[in-house]
């Protein structure tokens, strides 16, 4: 079992920044490739910010890329998500997730592929 704690988000004006966090405890981190997701009421699960098991090859939707930074700390257990340039479009309930992978350096992007989330951290960015 891998229990996920997200952290940091909150209401921000358009252009500012958030960083959110994941706790993660229960098992080694390196062993599992994490993701951030949002989502907002009404649509689908939306894929943010991926980084791999172990190497830290990293991967962002085209919507964000360039604007946000995912990194892990395998030795505190903790994954981050930089968030820089917000905009409105934004908005949403963010979750981080892990899945267990048993090869060096793979990487998940789809929700069906994850086998732990957290409960999610609200992101409000403002007009």
């Known amino acids: 079992q891998v229990q996920l704690v997200e952290s940091g988000g909150g209401l921000v004006q358009a252009g500012g920044s958030l960083r959110l966090s994941c706790a993660t405890s229960?098992?080694?981190?390196?062993?599992?490739?994490m993701a951030w997701f949002r989502q907002t009421p009404g649509k689908e699960r939306e894929f943010v910010a991926a980084?791999?098991?172990?190497?830290?090859?990293?991967y962002y939707a085209d919507s964000v890329k360039g604007r946000f930074t995912i990194s892990r700390d395998n030795a505190k257990n903790w994954v981050y998500l930089q968030m820089n340039s917000l905009n409105p479009e934004d908005t949403a309930v963010y979750y981080c997730?892990?899945?267990?992978?048993?090869?060096?350096?793979?990487?998940?992007?789809?929700?069906?592929?994850?086998?732990?989330w957290g409960q999610g951290t609200q992101v409000t960015v403002s007009s």
């Open positions: 997730a892990a899945a267990y992978c048993s090869v060096y350096g793979c990487y998940r992007t789809r929700p069906y592929e994850f086998d732990y």
């Open positions: 980084i791999s098991r172990s190497v830290s090859i990293t």
């Open positions: 229960g098992r080694t981190l390196s062993s599992y490739a």
